[in-house]
């Protein structure tokens, strides 16, 4: 398996210690190196660099862009002072960059940041979805469905509802990109109980 682990991160280019290095991945429970997950995770990690922020790969993700002349719309749903943060920190390095405040889980919410994103920019060409809400670890007999709705709506409704709204446009000018993060690891390491029974 190392030989494969090393093989798959010469061809992306992830060389993040968590895949690499067994000392260092024990420091975070796991039994030793641990295989990568997805080939856009590491070609993720490539561009914005080894070392994931945690709680900030959002804003990671929108400064790549931005550093890369991409216009920028940062969409939140609670934490107006984080997103207005990534969107000065773009403007003071050259960029250009918009907040919008929305639900995304909300066919209202999904409207707004689709409107404002059009109206500012006049475009989208890569839609990046990345908004989780907080990750709870609740045994199962006492989950309720209440609480998986929370996440269904995160991670597949409100991805399905902003595709819908801005693939028109993409497809008017034959090109766009969709990227769907799905991530705990903004609340820490996932615990290795959640991954291994």
């Known amino acids: 398996m ?21 000392g260092y991945a024990r420091q975070f429970g796991f039994r030793g190196r641990v295989a990568h997950g997805m080939l856009t995770g590491a070609i993720l990690s490539k561009v914005l660099g080894t070392e ?10 929108a400064c790549a ?4 002349g991409v216009k920028v719309v940062i969409g939140y749903r609670s934490n107006e002072v984080a997103a207005e943060k990534v969107v000065r920190e773009i ?14 889980t909300t066919e209202d919410g999904v409207r707004i940041l689709a409107a404002t994103s059009l109206e500012a920019f006049g475009a989208v060409h890569v839609l990046v979805n990345n908004a989780t809400p907080h990750i709870h670890a609740t045994p199962l007999m006492e989950l309720s469905w209440e609480s998986m709705q929370t996440y269904i709506d995160a991670y597949l409704r409100g991805p399905m509802l902003l595709a819908k709204a ?16 799905l991530s705990s ?6 615990l290795t109980a959640w991954v291994v029974m």
């Open 2 to 22: 190392a030989v494969d682990i090393d093989a798959f991160a010469a061809l992306s280019g992830d060389v993040n210690d968590l895949h690499l290095n067994h």
């Open 52 to 61: 994931f922020p945690g709680r900030g790969i959002g804003a990671a993700i």
């Open 65 to 68: 862009f931005a550093r890369r």
């Open 166 to 181: 801005l693939v028109p446009g993409m497809a008017a000018v034959r090109y766009g990109r969709i990227i769907n993060i």
């Open 91 to 104: 403007e003071e390095a050259g960029g250009t960059a918009r907040r919008v405040a929305a639900n995304i």
């Open 185 to 190: 690891y903004m609340y820490g390491v996932p």
